[in-house]
């Protein structure tokens, strides 16, 4: 189960929005085994493309250096689909080297950057197998979080 505080997940989602129609990428860096989403990294889409992710290489090494200095992973690794569904493509899967992460996906298909409700989901994928997991968000990190579904955001964010 992915549990992330309220900040955290609307920074993924503001994100994902302010990027379409190219798809978005990042990584919420944590301290290393705690599976605590800590520090929001938004990164830039080296690719540019509106179906397809690429960190850029330079900035990934970056990244994996403060990790290393910090002692933090990768807890989530997210990017956007603007057109498909928040489920990992064959490409995605492929790209999926980190175990320990949970992989999220944000669809921004039905409105774009415009107000309105985007599909948000995690899942595991450890060698080719994908499984999606649940997600729980908190107002406060340290506070009881509310289970959330796709079909709850949609639910909760319909004004």
Known sequence: MLRLDQA???????HAKRDHPDEA????????????????????????SPT???FD???LLQLYKEMDANDEEPVVVYHSHTATEAYPSRTDIGLAMEPNAHYVLVSTREHGNNDGPVEFRSYRIVDGEVTEEPVEIADDPVAQPAAHTPATETARSTP
């Open 8 to 14: 955290t997940y609307d920074a993924i989602v503001a």
């Open 25 to 48: 990428c990042g990584v919420v860096a944590g301290p290393a085994g705690s599976d605590r989403a800590a520090r929001l990294v938004e990164m830039v889409n080296a690719a540019g």
């Open 52 to 54: 397809f992710y690429e």
């Open 57 to 59: 290489s330079s900035d």
